[in-house]
T-cell receptor, first 118, second 111 residues
């Protein structure tokens, strides 16, 4: 079974621009979560989508947004980029609570998108 | 969300067994304990997850005492490729998909 894929893998933008990142979950997974990882703050939760609805949201400004499509693929958008947005953006997918056994509902991460803002 | 505490770093020689202990004093009844491994500039890789007692898979073992206030990840016979950051997390399963990562333990395997 193919793992979580993220595109693009690397991205360079300038301040003020906007960017869209894409995540394709493992087949059959309905939940997609997004995380930002920086050397200073570590891994921080952005938001989680399930069945095209945002179910959980972290403490990030409104410049960070996302959406999920009917095939469970998800996109994350960052508008008006700032230097501090340079980070590794990770998405993770899971069944989302559809399993009868919660202990098996593990989140699997993709390789990430490295965003550099100049 | 239960907070976890684990050593910042550990060193080990190749071929040795490594045990990384994580403290989670405020773990809730519904929480599971999960460990991830992360290499630089890659996404975290799921290693093992458990609720109580002992869980073993082809990669590692997870020991959880009866009070569940701590857990120990055991990596048998580590190799240089096991050099990575290891994260211990607790999460409450369905309905709560926000994983809270601490700083993790940087394991360095020495030849």
């Amino acid at each position: 079974k193919a793992g979580v894929t993220q595109t693009p893998r690397y991205l360079i933008k300038t301040r003020g621009q906007q960017v869209t990142l894409s995540c394709s979950p493992i087949s059959g997974h309905r939940s997609v979560s997004w995380y930002q990882q920086t050397p200073g703050q570590g891994l921080q939760f952005l938001f989680e989508y399930f069945s095209e609805t945002q179910r959980n949201k972290g403490n990030f400004p409104g410049r960070f947004s996302g959406r999920q499509f009917s095939n469970s693929r998800s996109e994350m958008n960052v508008s008006t980029l700032e230097l501090g947005d340079s980070a590794l953006y990770l998405c993770a997918s899971s069944l989302g609570g559809l399993s009868n056994s919660l202990s098996t509902d593990t989140q699997y991460f993709g390789p990430g998108t490295r965003l550099t803002v100049l | 969300l239960a907070k976890t505490t684990q050593p910042i770093s550990m060193d080990s020689y190749e071929g040795q067994e490594v045990n990384i202990t994580c403290s989670h004093n405020n773990i809730a009844t519904n929480d599971y304990i999960t460990w991830y491994q992360q290499f630089p500039s890659q996404g975290p890789r799921f290693i093992i997850q458990g609720y109580k007692t002992k869980v073993t898979n082809e990669v590692a073992s997870l020991f959880i005492p009866a009070d569940r206030k701590s857990s120990t990840l055991s990596l048998p016979r580590v190799s240089l490729s096991d050099t990575a950051v290891y994260y211990c997390l607790v999460w409450s399963g369905a309905g709560s998909y926000q994983l809270t990562f601490g700083k993790g333990t940087k394991l360095s395997v020495i030849p």
